[in-house]
T-cell receptor, first 114, second 113 residues
Framework: KQEVTQIPAALSVPEGENLVLNCSFT??????LQWFRQDPGKGLTSLLLIQSSQREQTSGRLNASLDKSSGRSTLYIAASQPGDSATYLCAVRRRSSNTGKLIFGQGTTLQVKP | DTEVTQTPKHLVMGMTNKKSLKCEQH?????MYWYKQKAKKPPELMFVYSYEKLSINESVPSRFSPECPNSSLLNLHLHALQPEDSALYLCASWDSMYNSPLHFGNGTRLTVT
């Protein structure tokens, strides 16, 4: 059974700091891993998707890495801003799934203080 | 701007009411999903429609009834709900290409009184 864990559950940093969010999964048989952002009471916004054959993906100040063999992914946020405050969720799509079903972690709630 | 549109944004209903949640996408995606999300928890999958046919029902109580009238629309019919069903209901769509992302709507905040 695939389990996805995110550490830490919450994080508070001063503006401008670089930070890393962690995601681990128990079964390496995945198609891809997706990072989402969720603002309070809103839907999920897809940030980055890393295919199982890739090591990293970048979008602006965001960089996501994937080490499939060790079951880990990190989301690096450079020069954090108050607008980055949100909950960040990672999710994996298993190779055994042909329906696109995602297995989510519990999320990391980030607060960036001005 | 989200490409998956959900209506209404907020809904308050009594336990004897019947209501429906609606979801629409015009990206040509052939898979559509309903998720339920409680506060401070990740989304939980409820239903998956693939090519307008129900492919997954995650043992959801029958008071929730999904419907996919066509490839762009997904409804969730609600009847005789309980207060514990209060949650954010999220719709998502996928183009069925394995390495493409799921797209979520902004959700409907449901309160059952």
């Amino acid at each position: 059974k695939q389990e996805v864990t995110q550490i830490p559950a919450a994080l508070s940093v001063p503006e401008g700091e670089n930070l890393v969010l962690n995601c681990s999964f128990t079964d390496s048989a995945i198609y891809n891993l997706q990072w989402f952002r969720q603002d309070p009471g809103k839907g999920l916004t897809s940030l980055l998707l890393i295919q199982s054959s890739q090591r990293e993906q970048t979008s602006g100040r965001l960089n996501a890495s994937l080490d499939k063999s060790s079951g880990r992914s990190t989301l690096y946020i450079a020069a954090s801003q108050p607008g980055d405050s949100a909950t960040y969720l990672c999710a994996v799509r298993r190779r055994s799934s042909n329906t696109g079903k995602l297995i989510f972690g519990q999320g990391t709630t980030l607060q960036v203080k001005p | 701007d989200t490409e998956v549109t959900q209506t209404p944004k907020h809904l308050v209903m009594g336990m004897t009411n019947k209501k429906s949640l609606k979801c629409e996408q015009h990206m040509g995606h052939r898979a559509m999903y309903w998720y339920k999300q409680k506060a401070k928890k990740p989304p939980e999958l409820m239903f998956v429609y693939s090519y307008e046919k129900l492919s997954i029902n995650e043992s959801v109580p029958s008071r929730f009834s999904p419907e996919c009238p066509n490839s762009s629309l997904l409804n969730l019919h609600l009847h005789a709900l309980q207060p514990e069903d209060s949650a954010l209901y999220l719709c998502a769509s996928w183009d069925s290409m394995y390495n493409s992302p799921l797209h979520f709507g902004n959700g409907t905040r449901l309160t059952v009184t």
